[in-house]
C-alpha cells in the first residue's frame, strides 16, 4: 500500500511540480499522485507566479506533510539517504545543496519571461536583459559541474537533486530556442532522455488545460 501523496498541478506549465516529482523519483519513493485543476485558484496563482502556494507542490508521506520543494528535498534526503539524492562526497554535497538553493530562490529573470511551456516551440524568441543574464548563468553553472565532475549528469554518472531542480530549464532552452554550446546541448538531450522526464513529457503532451496567459509569446 502506498504511504506518500504528491500534490502537483500541470504537466505543462509546472515546473516546481516537475522538480519535486523528479526528486521523488530519485528518491524511489512509492507514490500516488493527486493533480489539481488549472482552474484552482492556489495552483493558477502557482503557474502565474502571482503567489506561491501552500498545495503545490506538496507531499504527504507517512503522516508528514511537506511543502516547498527544496523542504520536499531535505525531506527526502533524511528518509531516503542511500538514495542519492545529494553526491557521496562531502564538496560535490555542498556544491549541489548550494547550486539548489540558488535555483530555488533566484532566477526570476529567466522563470517569469521563459515560463515552462513543454507543448510550445518559439522562434526567434526575444530574451530580455535580465533573464539573459539569467541564461548565462545557468550554462554557467551547468558548464562547470560537467567539467568537475565529468557527466554526463551535473555530479557526475547519475543523476541528482540539482538535475531535478534544473530539469524544467532544460525544458525551457528546447521551447524558447535558446542557443548554448555543445557541452550544454548534450546535457540538455541528457536530461531529456532521463526515463522520468520522458513519461513526465508524454503527460505534458496529451494534457488538454491551457493557460491563455502562458501561450503567448511576451
Not at 508528514?64 to 527526502?76: F, G, K, N, P
Not at 530562490?105 to 533573464?131: C, E, H, Q, T
Not at 557526475?156 to 557541452?183: I, Q
Amino acid at each position: 500500500m502506498r504511504t506518500a501523496t504528491l500534490t502537483t498541478n500541470s504537466r505543462n506549465y509546472g515546473a516546481w511540480s516537475l522538480r519535486s516529482w523528479l526528486l521523488c523519483k530519485l528518491a524511489g519513493l512509492d507514490f500516488e499522485e493527486c493533480v489539481t485543476a488549472s482552474d484552482d485558484p492556489s495552483a493558477r496563482a502557482e503557474l502565474l507566479m502571482l503567489s506561491p502556494s501552500f498545495l503545490v507542490p506538496s507531499l504527504d508521506h507517512d503522516g508528514v506533510r511537506v511543502w516547498d520543494t527544496i523542504a520536499i528535498a531535505e525531506h527526502l534526503q533524511e528518509q531516503f539517504p542511500d538514495a542519492g539524492l545529494l553526491p557521496g562526497d562531502p564538496v560535490a554535497r555542498a556544491h549541489c545543496r548550494s547550486i539548489c538553493g540558488e535555483m530555488h530562490s533566484g532566477f526570476y529573470g529567466l522563470r517569469s519571461a521563459l515560463p515552462m511551456n513543454i507543448k510550445r516551440r518559439f522562434k526567434d524568441f526575444k530574451v530580455w536583459a535580465g533573464a539573459q543574464s539569467d541564461i548565462e548563468r545557468v550554462c554557467a553553472i551547468w558548464g562547470s559541474c560537467l567539467d568537475n565532475y565529468g557527466g554526463p549528469w551535473l555530479f557526475g554518472a547519475a543523476p541528482t537533486a540539482a538535475d531535478a531542480m534544473f530539469a524544467p530549464e532544460a525544458t525551457r532552452f528546447v521551447t524558447y530556442s535558446v542557443s548554448c554550446d555543445d557541452a550544454c546541448a548534450a546535457y540538455i538531450d541528457t536530461v531529456l532522455a532521463w526515463a522520468p522526464m520522458v513519461e513526465w513529457l508524454a503527460g505534458a503532451e496529451s494534457e488538454v488545460d491551457q493557460l491563455a496567459e502562458l501561450e503567448c509569446e511576451f
